[in-house]
């Protein structure tokens, strides 16, 4: 089993473009989270999902949105990328509301 | 918002010994769980406490909550060069989304 996939590894943006990153798992897992992390900080958690289907925000919501259509996939979009959305973005998946297993991470830079 | 926070934010320590860290949060919670990241990868679950539970042990690793105190601690016993990593806590409320802290650098001196 892959486990938690992440695509891509790294990514540098210019200001005011977009991307999407992608978020597979094989572990049949129900809910998947978008987190970021920043130097000094813990994880910040931007949106999640409990189901095919249904997105719910979290914490740091603001300029990402996010799409579950498919239960192993959870997509992250960034619509017109800012400076202050450089960060390494982790996705995770569990089963309900247990230990939770992460991806590698992709580090993005927004010039 | 944070809810964990981790002390101390640094510990560097010999092989061999045992080393310390500890989380305190503030609200109420359902479980609290601990995890591991190596530099530039991603974290790895190492143990989950829940509420009603005041220890756990896996390996070397022991966790201690007081939920009194809103509190826990997380000790690695007889530390190896392999457990330098930073060490995160976090915690689980009703709304089963985990609240993290900013963790704990663990440098294991050969």
């Known amino acids: 089993n892959a486990g938690v996939t992440q695509t891509p590894k790294f990514r540098v943006l210019k200001t005011g473009q977009s991307m999407t990153l992608l978020c597979a798992q094989d572990?049949?897992?129900?809910?998947m989270y978008w987190y970021r992390q920043d130097p000094g900080m813990g994880l910040r958690l931007i949106h999640y999902?409990?189901?095919?289907?249904?997105?719910a925000k979290g914490e740091v919501p603001d300029g990402y949105n996010v799409s579950r259509l498919k239960k192993q996939n959870f997509l992250l979009g960034l619509e017109s990328a800012a400076p202050s959305q450089t960060s390494v973005y982790f996705c995770?998946?569990?089963?309900?509301?247990?230990?939770?297993?992460f991806g590698p991470g992709t580090r993005l830079t927004v010039l | 918002s944070q809810q964990g926070e981790e002390d101390p934010q640094a510990l560097s320590i010999q092989e061999g010994e045992n080393a310390t860290m500890n989380c305190s949060y503030k609200?109420?919670?359902?479980?609290l769980q601990w995890y591991r990241q190596n530099s530039g990868r991603g974290l790895v679950h190492l143990i989950l406490i829940r509420s009603n539970e005041r220890e756990k042990h896996s390996g070397r690793l022991r966790v201690t909550l007081d939920t009194s105190k809103k509190s826990s601690s997380l000790l690695i016993t007889a530390s190896r060069a392999a457990d330098t990593a930073s060490y995160f806590c976090?915690?689980?409320?009703?709304?089963?989304?985990?609240?993290w802290g900013a963790g704990t650098k663990l440098i294991i001196k050969p």
């Open positions: 609200t109420s919670i359902n479980n």
């Open positions: 976090a915690t689980q409320d009703s709304n089963y989304q985990l609240i």
């Open positions: 995770a998946s569990s089963f309900r509301a247990n230990e939770q297993f």
């Open positions: 999902s409990v189901g095919e289907g249904t997105t």
């Open positions: 572990m049949n897992h129900e809910y």
